[in-house]
């Protein structure tokens, strides 16, 4: 547990940034300049909010097959964010539906219960948000509320067992050690289905490509729920309650929803209404890394379009490239296989044997045989972004 | 996590987050208005202000109105009903950049 005074030099530290690099850039949608500010152990990010600090990964970071610890985007709802003492950490494991209440240290977590590694992509619900047209309200994410990375941690599956689940439990709710200013704004909670929770790929990780986790990353442990959005893998864990009923919380009941059947994707049946419903996977969706429209490709030059292609875990199946408006498609080809719930990079040589402009569509299928579609689904809360990306490059 | 932020502590630590939060995103200027300094003054109490530029394409006076009462009754904010009026009125005059 922190201090009172972790908790207070953290009020301040949460917000005592890194120093500010001052860049415009233009975005591929020319929605306007983005500025680079670097929070303390983090590089340069673009800076969607100081506070809560909203920071999004740089095209260039989303080259690697893994993002740096580094360069991982920041995302939170609340201002108070603790530096936790990992010697002092305590993650409490109980709740109705738990038989045998537990009281877990880092040591305990590490030394207790068998380690696993995943590699599995963690990408915000509002990726992209901010291309969404007609735009709609909300931190105004462009591609890198995202990264892929190897979580190592702790199935929750086998920290569950331990705690005794019940038969009559239904959801199991998380509560992180990030914090609301005021006493009257909802704590930051999540719920998912039991199913979910003592699904093998529900980690408690503590560490992230190898390291600790980054302090904005959600040291000393976070939940990752692979193939999930990002929204359920709650940071800072200190509490885990696995309930009989389904949880009542603002951030469940009120927020992160979308409009009931309009989405493929796993149901959260409990949090289920005829209008909306929580969202859950992440839905097929590709980046082109490599080139952004506005590129300058050399008339006759070997070029080659890169970058990568996910889904909530299906994996992906096909990469497609199209360079004559949508009319005919060209298989990339893919990369290394790092997992179901990573993504796939992908690679296509492009034709520059005639100079003008060079219109590039990609799109990627999955396994289960999901396409990325043409239009946009509209949600007034911008969620689930996945449309063919269209980059124009000139050749000259 | 909240318990440890109660009484006393909650106040230390609210002034602290003011006063860091002044320090370090004075690069933020709102557009000069009347009620500016209201709107900044609460709205930083829990956030930087530069959600109020980010969103403000997004935003007309109805998305203004519609976000403050968001912020007062999902979030909790400590906003009198003339003082909403007030940052309303700055927010729609100054920051309505919807077409």
């Excluded at chain 1, 709650?234 to 979308?258: C, M, N, Q």
């Excluded at chain 1, 419903?277 to 082109?288: A, D, G, K, Y």
């Excluded at chain 2, 403050?68 to 979030?75: E, G, N, V």
Aim: net charge positive.
């Amino acid at each position: 547990m922190p201090t009172r005074r972790d908790l207070l030099l953290a009020a301040g530290g949460g917000v005592l940034l890194g120093s500010a690099t001052r860049r415009a850039l233009a975005d591929d949608t020319g929605a306007g300049a983005e500025e680079l500010g670097a929070l303390p152990g983090k590089k340069p990010l673009i800076r969607r909010a100081w506070r809560p600090p909203n920071y999004e990964t740089p095209l260039a970071d989303l080259v690697p097959a893994f993002t740096a610890n580094d360069a991982f985007f920041v995302r939170y709802h609340l201002s108070v964010i603790p530096q936790i003492d990992v010697d002092t950490w305590r993650l409490k494991v109980g709740g109705v539906g738990a038989q045998k209440p537990l009281v877990l240290t880092l040591q305990d977590l590490k030394h207790d219960f068998k380690r696993v590694t995943l590699a599995a992509v963690n990408q915000c619900s509002g990726n992209r948000r901010g291309l969404f047209s007609p735009r709609v309200p909300g931190v105004q994410w462009g591609n890198g509320a995202m990264g892929n990375a190897e979580w190592s941690g702790v199935r929750l599956r086998e920290v569950l067992e331990r705690a005794g689940v019940a038969a009559a439990a239904v959801e199991v709710v998380f509560n992180g050690a990030d914090a609301p200013v005021l006493p009257s704004t909802p704590d930051f909670l999540k719920s998912i289905p039991i199913e979910r929770a003592l699904d093998e790929n529900t980690l408690i990780a503590f560490e992230m490509n190898g390291h600790p986790l980054p302090h904005w990353n959600g040291a000393p442990a976070r939940l990752v729920v692979a193939g999930w959005t990002g929204t359920y893998w709650v940071k800072h864990l200190t509490e885990i309650r696995v309930d009989t009923a389904p949880f009542d919380g603002f951030w469940v009941k009120g927020a992160y929803r979308i409009p009931t059947g309009a989405f493929p994707g796993a149901r959260f049946k409990t949090q289920e209404t005829p209008e909306t419903t929580p969202i859950t996977e992440i839905l097929v969706n590709s980046l082109i890394t490599s080139h952004v429209s506005g590129a300058q490709l050399k008339h006759g030059g070997r070029v080659e379009l890169a970058g990568k292609a996910w889904d909530g875990g299906a994996g992906i199946a096909a990469v497609e490239i199209s360079t004559d408006g949508r009319q005919s498609w060209q298989p990339a080809e893919l990369g290394r296989d790092l997992g179901r719930f990573a993504w796939r990079e992908f690679r296509h040589r492009l034709d520059t044997s005639r100079p003008g402009a060079l219109v590039v569509a990609v799109r990627a299928r999955s396994r289960d045989g999901a396409m990325q579609p043409e239009k946009l689904t509209p949600n007034p809360a911008g969620y689930h972004h996945n449309i063919v990306q269209t980059v124009t490059l000139e050749v000259g | 996590m909240r318990g440890a932020l109660a009484g006393a502590a909650f106040a230390v630590a609210l002034a602290l987050v003011c006063v860091a939060a002044l320090a370090d995103e004075d690069s933020i200027r709102l557009r000069d208005g009347s009620g500016r300094d209201l709107t900044a003054a609460r709205c930083a109490i829990c956030h930087s202000v530069d959600y109020i530029p980010a969103n403000a394409p997004v935003m007309n006076r109805s998305g203004w109105q519609k976000a403050i009462q968001k912020m007062r009754d999902k979030f909790g904010a400590p906003i009198t009903d003339e003082e909403a009026q007030q940052i309303l009125d700055y927010l729609a005059g100054s920051y309505a950049g919807k077409p």
